[in-house]
């Protein structure tokens, strides 16, 4: 559950209150909300929400304000790159795309990726593009008087939903892909407001300061285990997992189709991988009312992709039906 309050409302309740319980009571929330949010605002505005139990030395909350500060500030990725490389000989990777997230709202798939991820313990934790969705920021009009969430708001549930999976994901390294709706965001800021470039606020880094970003991320390059992974499809159509592991000659894994599906191809180099991620998003939410409700082949879930001596096995899919995520025949 989001708090459904403003960053200045909820540093009030807490300055006045100083009790995580007392404050999940005030707000109807459970504890880890209570404690989420709090290490969100510390994060992002560099303050510090002491609790009744923190030493009344003023001195000390200087010097550990300035020490969180400077910790954001060396972690905080201030470029986009073109690319990632990294090298995964025996591990996992487990990979979520189009999350859209939306204020108020947990998916089922959402809440399966955070408990997988304490339980598989993967390397490596990917969002393969489009966790914010931007709605009040579309290139696509307003349908009649729907209800679109203010753009903070969003952001916000983003920082949630993100800082849950960075409490999930321990020493695992964070990776996002740029997807065509995160990049409304910046795109937006840069053509309306172009002076405020490189300014705090002007890109998702600075919202997500623990997540590394690129076009694309490669595993294992230039050896039989590369695997790809990147928002677009390298060729769209019903068969798009079938065609973009085709055609770049490597596994290839991506999202924005929200289907959710395998597609194993073989040939003289052996056995590649086709993988559409779906979507971590309920496919009938509020986000995607642009359907007009009519029916889609779109699949709520995510992606596990384990390694073996530098090469990828099967790859796994976590699926939500029926109301229930389940994987390897269990419910999550």
């Given at each position: ?144 008087w729907e209800p679109q969430p203010k753009l903070k708001d969003e952001l916000h549930a983003v920082q949630d939903r993100c800082a849950e999976i960075e409490r999930a994901a321990g020493s695992a390294q964070l990776i996002r892909s740029i997807g065509n709706h995160d990049a409304r965001f910046e795109t937006m800021m840069s053509s309306s407001v172009p002076e405020i470039e490189e300014l705090p606020g002007s890109t998702l880094f600075d919202y997500l300061p623990n ?122």
């Open positions: 559950m989001t708090l459904k309050v403003t960053d200045e409302e909820f540093v009030e309740i807490w300055n006045r209150l100083r009790e995580p319980r007392k404050i999940a009571l005030h707000f109807d929330l459970d504890i880890r909300s209570v404690h989420s949010r709090r290490k969100s605002i510390e994060t992002r505005l560099g303050i510090i929400l002491p609790s009744k139990n923190t030493k009344k030395n003023t001195s000390n909350i200087k010097n550990i304000q300035r020490s969180m500060s400077e910790q954001a500030s060396e972690k905080r990725a201030r470029v986009y790159q073109k690319e990632i490389n990294e090298t995964l000989v025996d591990g996992i990777i487990m990979v979520a795309s189009d999350a859209h997230y939306w204020p108020g709202i947990v998916s089922i798939a959402h809440q399966a990726f955070c408990k997988l991820i304490k339980e598989l313990k993967p390397q490596i934790v990917v969002l393969n593009g489009d966790i914010l969705d931007g709605a009040r920021i579309s290139r696509h009009a307003r349908i009649m997540w590394r970003a690129s076009w694309v991320i490669h595993i294992n390059p230039i050896t039989d285990g590369w695997l790809s992974i990147r928002h677009r499809p390298v060729s769209g159509g019903i068969h798009a997992s079938y065609n973009s592991t085709l055609r770049a000659g490597v596994s290839y894994v991506h999202g924005h189709l929200h289907k959710l599906q395998v597609t194993p191809w073989s040939d003289y180099r052996g056995r590649r991988y086709g993988v559409d991620t779906g979507t971590l998003a309920e496919p009938c939410g509020p986000q995607f009312n642009y359907t007009e409700a009519g029916p889609v082949n779109w699949t709520s879930g995510f992606a596990v992709l384990t390694f073996v001596s530098g090469k990828l096995l099967q790859p796994e899919l976590c699926v939500v039906e029926h109301g229930k995520a389940w994987f390897r025949g269990k419910e999550v």
